[in-house]
Nanobody, 124 residues
Framework: QVQLVESGGGLAHTGGSLRLSCAGS????????MGWFRQAPGKERDFVAA????????YYADSVKGRFTISKDNAKNTVYLQMNSLKPEDTAVYYC?????????????????WGQGTQVTVSS
């Protein structure tokens, strides 16, 4: 059974930084595209970032481009999301996702595996 476990969420001030981690129990972690989505209260789940199997290609939502960086360590079965210059509008539950598709998905419906989520709160 695939498990994705997020960590690193918490409280940050505007302009601050947080780094999220996601440890995966996927049998072949290096064969999975991975990403992050987020959901703020009362809003839909939105794409944040995604990374290809080997980590060579990355994709970002316009709202986080230049501030967030996704990376993948296949040796550690872990994907990271470095979040800098945080804004109050980044406040949400962040979900780690994985899929074995050869093309990196950016739609929530295209990801087969989801973590439980970790709360990120940015105070103004």
């Amino acid at each position: 059974q695939v498990q994705l476990v997020e960590s690193g969420g918490g409280l940050a001030h505007t302009g601050g930084s947080l780094r999220l981690s996601c440890a995966g129990s996927l049998r072949t972690f290096s064969s999975a595209a991975m990403g992050w989505f987020r959901q703020a209260p009362g809003k839909e789940r939105d794409f944040v970032a995604a990374i290809s199997r080997a980590g060579g290609n990355t994709y970002y939502a316009d709202s986080v481009k230049g501030r967030f960086t996704i990376s993948k360590d296949n040796a550690k079965n872990t994907v990271y999301l470095q979040m800098n210059s945080l804004k109050p509008e980044d406040t949400a539950v962040y979900y780690c996702v994985a899929d074995y598709s050869p093309v990196v998905p950016t739609l929530a419906t295209d990801y087969d595996y989801w973590g439980q989520g970790t709360q990120v709160t940015v105070s103004s």
